[in-house]
């Protein structure tokens, strides 16, 4: 047994990096290990030590990725989750062929094969927590690229050369950052240092946590972060330099004095989840605080109407565009539109009316709270509508004069990835950001107290589940080990910046339709 032990420990030394805190690139901030606010963290397979073991320690000495709870006379098993399940048996520390008394089995979770839905799947849902915990891509065997929806992002994959082009591009060369004003006026130049910022989610859609837990993890990033259309609470202040407002068509809490605040002002023209209906908030989550930030009614449904009645042109448009110009001489002025089948002329009138942003929002996204009539029926998928729009303001000649922000369904590095080579600039984010906090996808939060989870919920116990501090840091270490992935990728396509990679749909394979014998590359 002492031999045995010696062995073990000698494997123990080499821990892998998904268990260790990181430096990043330069200008990014550290990764912080930021483990589940929950006991038990779900996990994919459930060991199980049976009355025979001899409590010898020997699985606590040879697993290398904290399984086990160290320095316990008996083996607990509080990380389950970490656990890299079947794969395992390949190596020395495989505990359960190692035990000297065959007292550990293993077995897929019940609990587990429940989760999800054929977008978000239950791998898709633990790789993204296991991310927001370590800063980096899960080691278990999860599926942290796809997910099972049967289409869209779930059927392109990238094909990267084999000719290792990429080889000798290193991370720190590989720039991530994206211009946000490509217009050539005299408004700022802003460049954010990654290709994504953090979409609208109102002040009563969630929590004032999980705002100030977005808006944090945005400023500590470089990104932005968009209050969405439910007003700009007094505690998002102190981060006025990251943040986007928004100007939709129920005017919440719009006044002069927030659009002077921020450097980048959205205009909300249509979701993409719910196109043709405009923004809801029901009774049950119009707290007094919500009610006091909207100047509404406590327990009034509130809904917005679906078009701006002020603009039925792209004159009137341009009128609006003005207004927030000269209300605020340096901000920049981004739309948000759906994806309906003239989307092409749409992003051509935004650029004409003076946008320096025009951010396409698919039908895949949108909360829990959106109906599935309008999600599944209406509007058209981003992977369809994003390379119409790039290809039609080419042939404009301005494609290089306004940038194309992605969103609605994006879940991913991959999906961003695949995003940006049909042509968009970079991607806004939102749900990834519910699902790094813990969310299970249970499709309640049009309820105030329906979130058990404490995210999408205006009930003041619930929202007490989340801390500041780890919401923000979940966030953080999700979106780093996104760019450690884009680098990655970029890295395997051979490119130096993630601008060379728009449009680039020629590294892009639809699996349904490919020729692998003539496909020269790997996909993934």
């Known amino acids: ?151 869209g992002f779930d059927k392109l994959r990238l094909v990267f050369p084999k000719t290792g082009r990429g080889a000798k591009i290193k991370e720190k060369d590989i720039s991530l950052s994206i211009e946000l004003n490509r217009s050539g006026d005299n408004r700022p130049r802003v460049n954010i240092p990654v290709p994504f910022y953090l979409g609208g989610m109102s002040f009563g859609s969630v929590s004032i946590v999980s705002m100030l837990s977005r808006v944090r993890a945005a400023t500590t990033l470089k990104t932005f972060c968009c209050t969405g259309e439910g007003g700009y609470p007094d505690d998002l202040k102190p981060y006025d330099d990251n943040v986007i407002t928004q100007v939709a068509t129920g005017l919440f809490g719009v006044r002069e004095e927030t659009i002077q605040r921020v450097r980048i002002v959205e205009f909300k023209y249509a979701q993409g989840a719910k196109p043709g209906l405009g923004g ?137 990835a695949k995003i940006i080579a049909l042509g968009a600039d970079g991607v806004c984010l939102g749900t990834a950001d519910m699902v790094a906090l813990e969310c299970l996808r249970c499709h309640h939060c049009e309820s105030g107290r329906g979130c058990a989870r404490g995210i999408a919920t205006t009930d003041e116990e619930l929202t007490k589940l989340i801390n500041v501090e780890y919401g923000t840091q979940r966030i953080v270490n999700m979106y780093l080990a996104w760019c450690e992935q884009l680098r990655y990728i970029l890295g395997r396509l051979g490119m130096k910046s993630i601008n060379e990679l728009v449009g680039r749909t020629d590294v892009l394979v639809h699996i349904d339709y490919m020729n692998k014998e003539g496909i020269d590359g790997e996909i993934a």
């Not at 990725?65 to 320095?71: E, L, M, N, Q």
């Open 280 to 416: 809801h908030l029901l009774g049950d989550k119009v707290t007094p605080a919500v009610a006091r930030m909207r100047e509404a009614v406590t327990g009034s449904a509130l809904f917005s109407p679906f078009p701006f009645h002020s603009v039925y042109s792209v004159e009137d448009h341009k009128k609006h565009v003005d207004w927030i110009k000269a209300i605020n001489p340096r901000a920049l002025v981004s739309v948000k539109v759906s994806t309906p089948t003239d989307v092409d002329m749409v992003a051509v009138g935004s650029f004409y009316a003076g946008a320096h942003i025009i951010q396409l929002d698919g039908s895949y996204g949108g909360t829990g709270a959106a109906p599935d009539i309008a999600k599944k029926n209406i509007a058209m998928p981003i992977e369809y509508a994003v390379p119409k729009v790039h290809k039609f303001l080419k042939e404009e000649g301005i494609r290089d004069h306004i940038t194309v922000i992605a969103s609605g369904g994006i879940r991913n590095a991959y999906d961003a």
């Open 1 to 151: 047994m002492k031999a045995t032990k010696a062995k073990a420990t000698k494997t123990k030394a080499a821990t892998p990096k998904a268990v260790r805190s990181r430096k990043t690139t330069s200008g990014m901030p550290a990764v912080k290990r930021t483990a589940s606010r929950f006991r038990n963290a779900l996990s994919k397979h459930r060991l199980t030590i049976s009355p025979a073991c001899t409590n010898c320690g020997l699985c606590i000495e040879l697993c290398p990725h904290g399984v086990y709870a160290k320095g316990a006379k008996k083996p607990r098993i509080p990380n389950e989750h970490l656990c890299l399940g079947p794969g395992c048996q390949v190596n020395d520390f495989f505990c359960i062929g190692r035990c000297p008394v065959s007292a550990m089995s293993m077995r897929p979770n019940p609990s587990f094969q429940l989760l999800g839905d054929k977008r978000w799947t239950a791998d898709l849902l633990a790789s993204t927590w296991h991310m927001a915990e370590t800063g980096h891509i899960p080691h278990q065997d999860l599926n942290y690229r796809t997910g099972d929806s049967g289409g």
